[in-house]
């Protein structure tokens, strides 16, 4: 049972992290398209970090009581890709301000429970490597993730890339789901 849970868990995270990679650096040249200087990207980062930063610890306690785990990850993973369809629809910076506030809300709700999952999960005897393998599939997979992105964009174009992000991230969610089976 724990095997199963530590592969959705890490496959799935795998697949978000894919999916949120795409954008990476990107983002600043994204930001600049719809008009915005230096300071707005600097508003968009700091207002998707702070909203995390203090939704995670609020998340982190409900979840110890309140409310499934298993539900507010599988909310978060859903809620992070509608809010990234959502830069589809970005036009202006306080569009973006909005749009990141989202992603920060879904981030929150999908990784204080995911973390907690995973640590529950781990194999007791390796939790150094259990917590390499997350670390380190994460690290690799945005490695890959933001080449792939810049082609996306070379190529194509940012709505093409916020589809894929979207799509992948929506399959990352699916995938999550069937923890609740196991």
Same mark, same amino acid.
């Given at each position: 049972?724990?095997?199963?849970?530590?592969?959705?868990?890490?496959?799935?995270?795998?697949?978000?992290?894919?999916? *949120?990679?795409?954008?990476?650096?990107l983002f600043?040249? @994204?930001? *600049?398209?719809?008009?915005?200087?230096?300071? #707005?990207?600097?508003? %968009? $980062?700091?207002?998707?970090?702070?909203?995390?930063?203090?939704?995670?610890?609020? +998340?982190?306690? /409900?979840? #110890?009581?309140?409310? !499934?785990? *298993?539900?507010?990850?599988?909310?978060?993973?859903?809620?992070?890709?509608?809010?990234?369809?959502?830069? +589809?629809?970005?036009? !202006?910076?306080?569009?973006? @301000?909005?749009? *990141?506030?989202?992603?920060?809300?879904?981030?929150?709700?999908?990784?204080?429970? $995911?973390?907690?999952l995973y640590?529950?999960?781990?194999? +007791?005897?390796?939790?150094?490597?259990?917590?390499?393998?997350? !670390?380190?599939?994460?690290?690799?997979?945005?490695?890959?993730?933001?080449?792939?992105?810049?082609?996306?964009?070379?190529?194509f174009s940012?709505?093409?890339?916020?589809?894929?992000?979207?799509? +992948?991230?929506?399959? %990352?969610? /699916?995938?999550?789901?069937?923890?609740?089976?196991?």
């Amino acid at each position: 049972m724990f095997k199963d849970r530590v592969k959705i868990l890490l496959y799935s995270n795998n697949l978000w992290v894919f999916g *949120e990679g795409m954008l990476g650096p990107l983002f600043a040249v @994204f930001a *600049e398209r719809l008009g915005g200087s230096i300071l #707005d990207i600097s508003w %968009a $980062w700091s207002i998707y970090l702070i909203v995390t930063g203090i939704l995670v610890i609020v +998340i982190g306690k /409900i979840s #110890d009581v309140k409310i !499934s785990k *298993e539900k507010l990850m599988i909310t978060g993973f859903f809620l992070n890709a509608i809010f990234t369809f959502g830069y +589809i629809f970005v036009s !202006s910076p306080l569009q973006l @301000f909005l749009v *990141e506030a989202g992603l920060g809300v879904a981030a929150a709700l999908a990784s204080a429970t $995911w973390t907690a999952l995973y640590a529950k999960s781990l194999d +007791i005897k390796r939790p150094g490597y259990m917590w390499g393998l997350a !670390s380190g599939q994460a690290q690799l997979t945005m490695g890959i993730a933001i080449i792939i992105g810049g082609f996306v964009v070379n190529h194509f174009s940012f709505t093409v890339l916020f589809l894929t992000m979207g799509i +992948i991230q929506t399959l %990352a969610a /699916i995938y999550q789901s069937m923890i609740l089976k196991k």
